[in-house]
């Protein structure tokens, strides 16, 4: 049975975030994970929600970033202003100190501005003229693009599409979530109002339960023979880095945790496979693939098919 304080941020959300299941759970398991998001789908379909919704839900600090062609690295991090009367400069934060941070439409910025997320979304810091400033934690960066409109966009590079435990989809929601939502009115984000279901120190406490989430050795050879197969494809240029595999490893702990189970399975690997290891992998032109997260995505399935399960603890 799913821990309480897990149910209560799913029911929370399933409020305001209609016919979404999976993302739900996606952004719950990346928190847990103490992870990043990317979320990559067609204007409209309650993105920004989510993420407010979460801050809201787990009683933590929201801010949003809008990415423009103009954003510089200051704009994210902070700057260090000189402060006369005690004649020194002083680091005046910038909006990526907050619990959820909103990166919207990330691809419209530069791969300058793009990097001021690096180190905070790694280390959970930023350095600023030399000094490093923890962010405080939980600290989950939630990132959206739009996959149809690439005008004026950069594509993420490949450091920093690593830094994402997940990248998901949204998609439409089902007839009779639509319908609820024509028959209740749509209401702009920071007009919502969620009740925290739990509060911040719950979100440590879940995150060393993850961390305890059983995993066993036939599972371990299994995670290991998937994310080996990604850099030996021949249709992949570039593979799961460590990093990555490391990174798959705190998810499917995590994602058993929502599940309400105390030790993962094979079907915990299959599930999040694709979501963790398709945006990481960059694709060989040659072979014929769109260099798209659909293309990569089938590949992972692929490789999934051609390697035998572990037995399933029971």
Known sequence: MPDPRIDAIRNSLATHIHGKPHAIDSVITCLIAGGHILIEDVPGVGKTTLAYALSRAVNCEFNRIQFTSDLIPSDIIGVSVYHKPEARFVFHPGPIFANVVLADEINRSSPKSQSALLEAMERGLVTVDGESYPIERPFIVIATQNPVDFESTFPLPNAQLDRFLMSISMGYPDSQAEKAMLRTGALHYDDINIKPAIEKQDIEALQILARDI????????????????????????????PRGALAFKTAIQAA?????????????????????????????????????WNAAGDLVDEILATIPQPHQTD
Do not use: M, N, W
């Open 256 to 292: 058993a945790l929502v599940d309400g189970r105390d030790f993962v399975t094979p079907s915990d690997i299959q599930r999040l496979a694709k979501p963790c290891f398709a945006h990481r992998l960059k694709l060989r032109e040659r072979h014929g693939f769109d260099l798209d």
């Open 214 to 241: 059983f995993i066993e050795d036939s599972t371990y050879d299994y995670i290991h023979e998937i994310v080996a197969k990604t850099r030996s494809h021949p249709a992949i240029e570039v593979g799961v880095s």
